[in-house]
């Protein structure tokens, strides 16, 4: 990408000239690497450890074996790991369960409020509800997300009620965002959650750059409890070259972040087969020196054991990172805004629906188990439609956030220039009373003046 | 840098290029305007402790303690060594700065700091910004360096829509990334080409939630970049890299800070107002001493230190006073800072019926910069000097 041309020179000149102030150039300390004759193997800095080869070979993708995906429990709800244990009694398995369900009933909702005109935009997260609930559970209350949308199970997992999933959706006075941010872009300090960004895998190094903060923190104050950093992306994102930059500066700088990718087949249109030709984004994870596992995404004990195994991995030796791949498939739309139907086949979406879903396989599983049944099923899904339902209306019914908010958290403190542009709004306001509806707003145009 | 050239000419004459003829610091044997500036006698810069310590802008115990003669990379290190000694979440990274930086002006930190503080990351502008954006919003203060501005771009969306809206979409949340700053070199230096000339500051005056800072001289660099640090907005920190050895002033000594969002009036004058910032200052002292002297007219100058937020007041209370206003930049002039000075100017009631000339601009033309043909392009003396006097006489 660049010449550093002016760099090379400066470099050259400086010690020559300005002996006083540049002192010695420091000699690069992989330069007592040297190649000794004779040797079998490479000793250059930038390789080290490679043997020699006489053979003309270039590596083909294609011969290698793909990468094996992770599963505790099959489609049928039957355990396949032998040497696995719940770590959990079966009332938490249940409460795993509920907020899986949670989701998969707001997500319904939501998607029909959006096309009656009730909300401006919905993202389901359907097929993906064992991913983002199963790897949230095992990570620590204090350990910092990031996510890129389709993560309802993290936030649900980590205690959103119904009412704080609405306040965003309708952006009313209990929207963290105060009304600025598209539905569905949630947030929270309570809960160690940053909000969503809709720009893709701007998150990851942010990832990255949180988790060297956890890890500064804890050399400053070392009894501070042992955080890592968790963030979720798409396989789509994972094109873009902020999850280069992630993944190789997390690498470089030993931080403690487990990257989640949820490689569910799809970026709105465009099949992985277009999206990459190597072996999904795991194994790029190998390239950057970063731990990688696949698993089954659709088993939330696979996605478990795999979150938990890394998060003592990130923690390991002063910190690493960890790439995790979750295969899913998403099941839905990509959002409000797509009709699906229009590149791939109903069948296809309905084979994945019924015969491999995260719901029925962690229910089957609890039903072998003794400790579910149709009965519970049905109430366990009526109480989360009501709930939500109820959330829905009174969220609707709530204030939409002051007008001031609009020109408020730009800078820490409203500048001269931002006061003056809302004095003018306010002018305009009260020129022009017809033209403007602003009873929805706490405190009316008023706060404008404040 | 300054020096550099001079000797860089010096070594082309008896080098392979001997039928070179004219070296870039020299001049024309007539010239009166364009004379290379003089950064040993300019009053724009400290040359003794008295002047250095005068600023009623420092802190008591500044003004009654010491100074040290700096150049301008040395006083961006000396901010950046308090800066980690004060604040243990402050981190200083980019590429090449644990050696001290390509520019020097990290030398010793991470001797001093620890490498775990004072670091070098991988060669990548979106991972480095991104990556300070993350520690920032988990409550560190990281100064991340671009090596220079030209290669911004890469970390553009980091810095417009993640540092610039960070504050803003995590609402009642709190979290922000206004710990965060980036330092970049920046401006023409003689010989940098296409890209390591670059003067990008509006690209960043236009991003609402960034503060875009330039300064002037070593005692500024020091102040205003501790500010930057400090404050609790992402800011841009521009420094001009054709200064880092040219500009050797005496620096006060300690930990002081100089107003963010606030210009300096230079020089008071009552005929025409220039505004600016960076290294044109020098330029426009240089040439408003000529055109006092030959026009027999005072010409007010104002440095507006930080380019947005900016200070509009200072410069309508000097407009409405002198009734004409120059907006010198080295950036080129199409959607520059100079359009939006003027803009504002001409925009102000009290200001506008004060005019009694069109509001000037004098910047680099609207082309990218090129090597050969540089000293035609960065605003000089001649052209600053030729828009004074067609100001006046309008």
Known sequence: MKCRTLARLSLRHRPLLHPAVGGTLQVRAASNLSQRPDSTHLSFPGALKSAFTSTLKFENPETRPTLPTYRVVDQHGVVVDQSFEPDISDEKVIELYKNMLFVSVMDLIMFDAQRQGRVSFYMVSAGEEAVSVGSTSVLDHEDVIFCQYREQGAFRQRGFTSRDFMGQLLANVRDPSRGRNMPVHYGSKELNIHTVSSTLATQLPHASGAAYALKMQRLRDPSAKPRVVAVYFGEGAASEGDFHAALNIAATRSCPVIFICRNNGYAISTPTLEQYRGDGIASRGIGYGIETIRVDGNDIWAVREATKKARKMALEGGGRPVLIEAMTYRVSHHSTSDDSFAYRARIEVEDWKRRDNPLTRLRKWMEAKGCWDEVKEKEARDSARKDVLKAFSEAEREKKPPMRAMFEDIYEDLTDDLKSQMKELKDILDKYPDEYEVGEFEGGKESLSK | ?394
């Open chain 2, 1 to 394: 840098m300054q020096r550099e050239i001079l000797r860089r000419c010096a070594t082309r004459s008896v080098g392979p290029i001997v039928g070179l003829k004219r070296c870039y610091s020299t001049h024309p044997p007539n010239a009166r305007l364009n004379v290379p500036i003089d950064y040993g006698t300019t009053p724009l810069l400290s040359h003794n402790s008295q002047s250095a310590l005068k600023s009623t802008e420092l802190p008591p115990e500044i003004r009654n303690g010491t100074t040290k003669k700096m150049n301008l990379f040395q006083a961006i290190n000396d901010a950046l060594g308090i800066a980690l000694a004060e604040d243990e979440s402050v981190l200083v990274f980019g590429e090449d700065v644990a050696f001290g930086g390509v520019f020097r002006c990290t030398m010793k930190l991470a001797e001093t700091h620890g490498t775990e503080r004072v670091f070098n990351t991988p060669l990548s502008e979106q991972g480095l910004m991104g990556f300070g954006i993350g520690l920032a919003a988990e409550g560190m203060r990281p100064v991340a360096e671009i090596q220079f501005a030209d290669y911004v771009y890469p970390a553009f969306d980091q810095l417009v829509n993640e540092a610039a809206k960070y504050r803003y979409r995590e609402g009642t949340c709190g979290r922000s990334a206004g710990g965060l700053t980036v330092r970049m070199p920046c401006g023409g230096v003689g010989h940098g080409g296409l890209y390591h000339s670059q003067s990008p500051e509006s690209l960043f005056t236009h991003i609402p939630g960034l503060r875009v800072i330039m300064p002037r001289s070593p005692i500024q660099a020091k102040g205003l970049l501790l500010a930057a640090i400090r404050s609790n907005d992402p800011c841009v920190f521009m420094e001009p890299k054709i200064l880092y050895r040219a500009a050797v002033e005496h620096v006060p000594v300690g930990s002081y800070e100089l107003p963010l969002s606030k210009a300096e009036i230079l020089k008071q004058g009552k005929d025409v107002t220039i505004i600016s910032y960076g290294q044109p200052l020098y330029t426009c002292l240089s040439a408003l001493q000529r055109a006092e002297q030959d026009l027999g007219i005072s010409v007010e100058l104002i440095d507006l230190r930080t380019l947005y937020p900016w200070d509009k007041k200072t410069v309508f209370d000097s407009v409405r006073k002198t009734g004409r206003a120059i907006v010198v930049h080295e950036a080129m002039v199409n959607a520059g800072v100079g359009a939006e000075v003027a803009a504002a100017i001409q925009e102000d009631k009290d200001t506008f019926i004060r005019l009694e000339a069109p509001v000037a601009r004098v910047a680099g033309w609207s082309i990218h910069n090129p090597l050969l043909f540089e000293r035609f392009h960065i605003p000089d003396v001649a052209r600053i000097y030729d828009r004074i006097k067609s100001v006046l006489s309008y």
